[in-house]
């Protein structure tokens, strides 16, 4: 026996592909103090606020690689959304060696998966 299926209330619209393509808008870079950076960054098409945040961590990577440097700890992002443009301020600590915390990455390692990705870095 078939039963007919209960599709009121939604959306029957085909996805499109621009809506799953996010426009990377660009990367502001500030050092703070020695070794402590902040990054803003842009972007529209966004499916959540981990894309923006991926974005941040994808430019303090190739940041720290530019800056001689191997490793770098997330110290907070702040993520918000004014006009369809979501932007995030991220600051992370670059370091030489493996930083202390639970939130560090391996530059090399985390450009490489950028890469993959197709996250733009700085």
């Given at each position: ?5 209960a ?32 990054f ?11 894309n ?60 490489q998966?950028?890469?993959e ?5 700085v």
């Open positions: 026996m078939m039963f007919p299926l599709l009121a209330g939604c959306d029957m619209r085909a996805p499109l592909a621009d809506d799953f393509i996010p426009d990377y808008q660009g990367v502001e870079t500030k050092l703070l103090d020695g070794d402590l950076v902040q803003n960054v842009a972007m529209t098409k966004a499916l959540s606020s981990e923006v945040a991926d974005y941040a961590e994808c430019a303090a990577a190739r940041y720290t690689l530019i800056r001689g440097f191997g490793f770098a700890r997330h110290v907070r992002t702040n993520v918000e959304i004014v006009g369809g443009v979501w932007r995030a301020d991220a600051v992370y600590t670059i370091s030489p060696s493996l930083p202390r915390g639970l939130k560090t990455i391996d530059a090399e390692v985390t450009v998966n950028c890469m990705r197709g996250i733009p870095t």
